[in-house]
């Protein structure tokens, strides 16, 4: 979102892009207008717009991307501090 | 109409069995006609239960008919919301049985879709699924719900419900591949969290198209060749869009309300008296209504002006709203507070505020995870420290004054 700002330089958001085929699903999928086709590649425009929703790395053919995905949202990462990762099930009604 | 008239007041006018001899003179032609459509008890009886009701199901308000197709009837559901859908609506807004608020997954259409008519996907909480289909009017199209257990494309994507391997099954379950010759679904763009489009190709040869974030745009996007515009793919998060999220917000306080009044109680009658009821009462409304004013500020007033507010971190954004309010707190109570217990309120107000604020990240479509607990590993330690000096100044102020 260009007109809404959140943390800076946090994001795990990374791309190789020798490895890029150039399909463009992940400009397609990013909700947030992160990636931008130049040429044949795809090339990040945005950094600081990624929300880490991992829906570009799910959907690139050639694994050209990482990014540890996950939820923003502190009453689950709360949980994941008491409980562990595997036992915080983000319910329904308390998170999103 | 007399006869109608006479027929009834001959029939039920005496539900006690005392009829006179005359009207039961007045009931002979109606007992010797045929029990059929005729006006009885009452109103006119309904039509004959349709053949697509079965025992132990209910036909559900939204299902306009069944349109017969190769894998069996398939519902066909209004493009209109009716007074039980908004009622619905309402109800889960207000966070009221919202996790159960769902359909069923599997098969459904508007208009009168062919095998060439588009297969829209989405998820099976019933507010998405009414928020698509008031977008169909003027398309024959198949929907498919997907079983995202009633959560939303968003967050069901983010929890790996609305997933790739539930999108194969869904398809193979529903044998929706005998009803089309094209192989392209229409999945919301928003669903790529947790769906992979070449994945799905490999599996079961259905090419997935991304559509538009809102369902407001899908006829657009289906009229242009499924095509779309950036202005359909990048998310918003507009004041109505945040305003809505309100009540949500509110309704997960009732159980730290439930432990946060007993203790705002007990720490408010702590005094030179080791424990007064009046004190209690009186000192106890006032941290009350900080915890109120720390709710309005975080819960709803930095949620709704949420890019006006500065800062970045939703828990900078959260105490500066709190602290607006911890100042009206002490302007409320301003004859009755030493600077002691003024500290205190606004040191409580801010932190209650800022703990919702950085709560509210998780509704909102642009917080990262490591941002959020970067932030968090901020905050919490100072909110931690705010509490625990409200309360110590709180007590102190006690045996001060």
């Excluded at chain 2, 004959?48 to 209910?58: A, L, V």
């Excluded at chain 2, 869904?170 to 790529?192: G, S």
Aim: hydrophobic share 40%.
């Amino acid at each position: 979102m260009d007109d809404f700002r959140y943390l800076s330089g946090v994001t795990t958001l990374q791309l190789e892009t020798e490895a890029c085929v150039g399909c463009g699903m992940c400009e397609s999928v990013c909700p947030h207008g992160v990636f931008q086709m130049e040429g044949k590649k795809a090339a990040i425009r945005d950094q600081d717009g990624c929300m880490e929703c991992g829906a570009c790395a799910l959907n690139c053919p050639s694994e050209a991307i990482r990014v540890t995905p996950g939820v923003g949202c502190a009453s689950y990462i709360i949980k994941t501090w008491i409980k562990g990762k595997d036992a915080a099930a983000c319910s329904s009604v308390e998170c999103c | 109409m007399n006869d109608v008239t006479r027929q009834k007041n001959g029939c039920c006018a005496c539900e006690d069995g005392s009829c006179s001899t005359q009207n039961q003179t007045a009931l002979q032609p109606f007992v010797t006609s045929h029990a059929s459509d005729e006006v009885c008890c009452g109103s006119a009886p309904g039509p004959q239960s349709s053949r697509h009701e079965k025992p132990g199901y209910r036909l559900l308000d939204f299902v306009d008919t069944f349109i017969d197709t190769s894998v069996g009837p398939v519902p066909r559901v209004k493009t209109r919301l009716e007074r039980s859908d908004r009622v619905g609506t309402l109800t889960a807004r207000l966070g009221i049985k919202r996790d159960q608020y769902k359909i069923a997954p599997g098969l459904y259409c508007v208009g009168t879709p062919d095998q060439d008519s588009p297969v829209l996907v989405t998820a099976n909480y019933k507010l998405t699924f009414d928020s698509l289909r008031r977008e169909l009017t003027a398309l024959n199209a198949w929907i498919l719900v997907v079983d995202t257990r009633g959560i939303n494309v968003w967050c069901a994507a983010g929890k790996a419900l609305f997933s790739t391997r539930e999108v194969v099954h869904r398809v193979q379950q529903t044998r929706l591949k005998e009803l089309i010759r094209h192989n392209r679904l229409i999945l919301p763009q928003l669903a790529a969290t947790g769906v992979s489009a070449y994945r799905v190709k490999k599996e079961i040869g259905c090419k997935l198209l991304w559509g538009p974030i809102q369902a407001e745009d899908i006829q657009q996007f289906v009229a242009g060749g499924c095509n779309a515009e950036k202005s359909m793919r990048r998310l918003t998060f507009t004041l109505p869009q945040r305003v809505v999220l309100v009540p949500v917000e509110l309704s997960h306080l009732s159980k730290p309300t439930a432990w946060m009044l007993p203790a705002v109680f007990l720490l408010s009658g702590i005094g030179t008296n080791l424990f007064s009821l009046s004190d209690a009462w009186s000192r106890g409304l006032m941290l009350i209504t900080a915890y109120i004013a720390g709710i309005l500020a975080g819960a709803v007033a930095a949620p709704v002006l949420l890019p006006w507010v500065p800062g970045r971190a939703f828990a900078l954004k959260g105490a500066l709203t709190g602290g607006v309010a911890g100042l009206a707190v002490i302007a409320i109570f301003r004859n009755d507070l030493i600077w002691l217990e003024d500290g205190a309120l606004l040191l409580f107000t801010m932190m209650i505020s800022s703990y919702l604020t950085m709560n509210f990240t998780g509704s909102t479509p642009v917080t990262s995870p490591s941002g959020v607990e970067k932030e968090m590993r901020r905050a919490i330690p100072l909110q931690a420290a705010a509490a625990l000096i409200a309360a110590a100044a709180w007590v102190t102020a006690a045996f001060a004054g």
